[in-house]
């Protein structure tokens, strides 16, 4: 299982960006796929986290990022999205996604993805 996160870049505070996480070789919809981030110094975040398609659908956002960012799956092209509306400079980090809520380090991992946030 190989995950592939993508859609970072640079942006100003108050923009958007949506990050793609894909299951190349893998139907993602059977699996929990949640988002983490890490900033420089300090330590990896849960950010978001949606659980699999296998019967009613929940989803899981961190205080810091609710109202503002929103994860969504696109079966049809075994993708897990992450919009994310009104950045600031905070949420500048490397973002990665894992398979499963909790970013256990048995997961399989993406490759991270630079947001950065300018002010």
């Known amino acids: 299982v190989q995950l592939q996160a993508s859609g970072g870049g640079l942006v100003q505070a108050g923009g958007s960006l949506r990050l793609s996480c894909a299951g190349p070789?893998?139907?993602?919809?059977?699996?929990?796929i949640g988002w983490f981030r890490q900033a420089p110094g300090k330590e990896r975040e849960g950010v978001s986290c949606?659980?699999?398609?296998?019967?009613?659908?929940?989803?899981y956002y961190a205080d810091s990022v609710k109202g503002r960012f929103t994860i969504f799956r696109d079966n049809v092209k075994n993708t897990v999205y992450l919009q994310m509306n009104s950045l600031k400079p905070e949420d500048t980090a490397i973002y990665y996604c894992?398979?499963?809520?909790?970013?256990?380090?048995?997961?399989?991992w993406g490759q991270g993805t630079l947001v950065t946030v300018s002010s």
């Open positions: 949606i659980s699999s398609s296998e019967g009613s659908t929940s989803t």
């Open positions: 894992a398979t499963s809520c909790s970013g256990l380090p048995d997961d399989s």
């Open positions: 070789g893998f139907t993602m919809r059977y699996y929990a």
